[in-house]
């Protein structure tokens, strides 16, 4: 389906419009954020000493990290890493995190271009959306991808060809090497489902950031691909065998104007560190406790006798008593017994001495789950709900059908930046951290998008 690569080599930054420029630098100060907090992580370190072993090179630079620079792949690799470590990164419908797989690959891939080549402000943004674009255009193509997923992890997939796509722009690759971009990325994309909750799901949007830009390069060499990847060949799968009830639909090539699908469909921005099923179940879990201590003066466990959840059918989120972080961040329980007896969820919340209290884990044991024919897995359906059975035999009750950042509740430019300068600060120092912010919001003026990657590491003056 030639007319996407024909939609990546044609577009322009006039074809961006107010909206769609407003949330696509939110998405990429957000992604920034939860990439210099995921640089402290422990599956990001597993994974930067492994790329140290191949430091040739070295132009690119690593989030967080004071001189240190690897290959435009490796940069992306680790960086992509590092943005999905903690399950912080935003998330879209259909379902997948938009940010993470493409904003690596450009801020690698910027570092890489010769000085008569280098890309603008201008030029990355527009490159960034035509990633986004790309994915969101893709998934649509199946009723499947709307649903939360059960076979493939959506990012390691639509993210791959984002990341060519994106790539690809930032290049200027011409029509034929774009549409060889994104075939090839095909043959790279794919991880299981079953890797969720471990250390290698943060891998999945690594491999994706980094094997789109291989992708892109391999097509500016010359690499050819089928030029029907897109298309639905019977008995002769190409992107298709990723999805069922799959209808290709072709991507416009824009006139004198084009709609994003940013522009009517916007993300969602975690508060804490979680999948994002969690989130609906915390703002539940945050009233009911206010409920509780409004009926008895205070919150006591000993006064609940079960606690009843109310959520969608997806078992790798269903985890009764997770027992490593990767896990407690994929588990309606522990996340709303977590709030029941905190008061809130955050990044101290998946430490090891916080998952194994004992004061959690018999609460834990009085979960109960059901699932309500109406709560449908889905991030635009679902809904969550808690009810706490009093040893008294009362309940109360209360439900969370839209959670504060949710794309139908965003979070406020302070709240936003608040979380920016949360995360960025564990790694940054306070002045580059407000330098990035004003980067990032006047990104179409910069001369020189290379600038943006650098700031996000410290220099000598700034340990």
Not at 223 to 232: C, F, Q, V, Y
Not at 393 to 419: A, N
Request: net charge negative; charged share 20%; proline share 6%.
């Amino acid at each position: 389906m030639l007319s996407f690569a024909s939609f990546i080599h044609g577009v322009q930054p006039e074809h961006l419009s107010e909206v769609v420029r407003h949330r696509s630098k939110r998405m990429i100060l957000d992604s920034i954020g939860v990439g210099l907090v995921g640089s402290t992580t422990r599956v990001f370190n597993i994974a930067l000493r492994y790329c140290q072993l191949y430091a040739s090179n070295a132009v690119s630079s690593v989030y967080g990290r004071k001189g240190l620079k690897l290959s435009p792949t490796l940069a992306a690799f680790t960086n992509g890493i590092a943005a999905h470590s903690m399950d912080f990164d935003d998330t879209w419908h259909p379902a997948t995190h938009p940010s993470g797989a493409v904003l690596p690959a450009l801020l690698a891939a910027s570092q890489m271009l010769p000085p008569s080549s280098k890309s603008n402000g201008q030029d990355f943004l527009l490159a960034f959306n035509v990633g986004i674009e790309v994915q969101g255009r893709l998934m649509r193509f199946s009723t499947e991808a709307h649903n939360i997923p059960k076979r493939f992890h959506p990012p390691s997939v639509v993210g791959t060809m984002d990341s060519a796509a994106a790539t690809a722009k930032l290049l200027s690759l011409n029509v034929t090497q774009c549409a060889h971009a994104l075939a090839i990325a095909a043959s790279l994309a794919g991880a299981p489902m079953a890797n969720a909750a471990t250390q290698a799901k943060p891998l999945h949007i690594g491999n994706a950031t980094r094997l789109g830009l291989e992708a892109a390069h391999l097509a500016a060499r010359g690499m050819e691909a089928s030029p029907l990847i897109l298309d639905d060949i019977p008995e002769c799968s190409g992107f298709s065998a990723f999805y069922g009830n799959y209808r290709p639909k072709p991507l416009p090539l824009p006139a004198s104007s084009h709609e994003f699908l940013l522009e009517k469909q916007d993300v969602a921005f975690k508060r804490f560190p979680a999948h994002l099923g969690m989130h609906w179940i915390v703002d539940a879990a945050a009233s009911v406790r206010n409920l509780l201590i409004n009926y008895s003066g205070s919150f006591s466990p000993s006064l609940i006798h079960a606690i009843l959840l109310r959520i969608p059918v997806s078992k790798y989120i269903n985890r009764p008593f997770p027992e490593s972080e990767h896990q407690a961040r994929h588990s309606f329980q522990f996340n709303a017994c977590t709030d029941l007896l905190d008061g809130e969820v955050g990044l101290n919340s998946f430490t090891d001495g916080c998952i194994h209290r004992q004061e959690l884990t018999e609460l834990l044991a009085k979960v109960l789950v059901e699932h309500p024919e109406d709560n449908i897995a889905n991030f635009d359906k679902m809904y969550g709900e808690v009810a706490l059975v009093l040893e008294n035999g009362d309940v109360l009750t209360d439900r969370c059908d839209t959670f504060y950042g949710h794309w139908r509740k965003p979070l406020s430019r302070e709240s936003l930046l608040k979380k920016f300068r949360s995360n960025a600060s564990h790694v940054l120092p306070e002045d580059k951290v407000n330098s990035i912010i004003t980067t990032v919001e006047n990104l179409e003026n910069l001369p020189d998008s290379s600038q943006l990657a650098s700031s996000l590491s410290l220099t000598d003056l700034q340990e």
